[in-house]
Structures are given as C-alpha cells and as structure tokens.
C-alpha cells in the first residue's frame, strides 16, 4: 500500500487565524482531516506531521526513510527560504517529494522566491490555499501509481 508522510513546517500550527488573507481561513486540525479522506477514498496510508522545530523535521524526513514511505508532501514554511538541513535530509534520504504552499510565494517579498528545496523536489504546488495540499496528495498518488508503489 503507499504510505505518503505530510509534513507542516512552523507556525502552519496557527492556520486559521494567521495571516488568513494569505493563508485562509481553515485549521490545520481541517486539511488534515480533508487529506485523511483523500487518502482513505484512494486506499493510500497518510501520516501527518507539524513542527515549528526545524531539527525535528530533518529527523522526520529521515525516519519517513526508515519507515518506507514512499513520498513526503512538505510545506517547509519559513524553513523554505532558509534550511540547508532540510534540503540535505531530502538528499541523504532520496524520497520523492512535492513542496507545497497555501500563498502563492512568487507573487510575495523577494525574500520568498528562493527555495532551498524547489530545484531537488519532484515538484512545486504553490498558490491554491488549502487545495495546494490536495493538488499535491493527487499528485503524489498518480506518481506512486505509475512508479508502482
Ligand atoms: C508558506 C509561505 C512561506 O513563505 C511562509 O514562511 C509560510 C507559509 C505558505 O504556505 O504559503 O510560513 O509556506
């Protein structure tokens, strides 16, 4: 069975009521909830997983490996624009992933148009609010489906 781990980077604890005008106006405790359907309706094992620790995230990434999942979906965060950590646990590990973002990140400061993970990910989902997660769960399982995972 494909088992996809999703992973939320810091203060994505707060959607709901941070920054709704960028980030909507749903709860984590909802897309997560909205992500568990998608994966039950697709007959896919998901795992959720939100840190505001950026350790804490490498170490996930690397324990998604041990554990055989098949594909990481992560909205990094702020951790997008800074974290040489998470890029190097995505190398080390080589899991498939897709980097995900409520805001569009290309139409916001500068300071969000580089990424350490875009160039290494399978791809990038950015713009669509909550639904950028969804689009990624679907994307995620038509790539597992066709890498037969
Ligand atoms: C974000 C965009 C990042 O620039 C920001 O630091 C976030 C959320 C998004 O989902 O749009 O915390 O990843």
């Known amino acids: ?3 996809i ?3 939320h980077g810091p203060n994505l604890n707060l959607l ?6 960028f980030y909507g106006a749903d709860t984590l405790a909802t897309i997560n909830q909205e992500l568990a359907q998608m994966a ?3 007959a896919v094992q998901l795992q959720t997983f939100q840190s505001n620790v950026e ?24 951790y997008t624009h800074t974290s040489v950590a998470i890029r190097d646990a995505f190398l080390a590990t080589r899991i498939p992933f ?12 500068e300071f969000r148009m580089h990424s350490y993970l875009s160039d290494i990910a399978l791809g990038v989902i950015s713009g669509f609010g909550k639904n950028s997660y969804m689009l990624a769960f679907e994307a995620a399982i038509i790539h597992c489906k066709q890498t037969s995972k």
């Not at 897709?98 to 400061?109: D, F, G, K, M």
């Open 5 to 7: 781990q999703v992973i």
């Open 16 to 21: 709901g009521t941070r920054e709704p005008e």
């Open 98 to 109: 897709i980097e995900t973002h409520l805001s569009n990140v290309y139409a916001r400061e």
């Open 40 to 42: 039950e309706q697709n």
């Open 55 to 78: 350790g804490e995230i490498v170490s996930c990434i690397q324990q998604a490996a041990a554990k055989d999942i098949d594909f990481v979906i992560i909205n990094p965060a702020a």
């Open 1 to 3: 069975m494909t088992n």
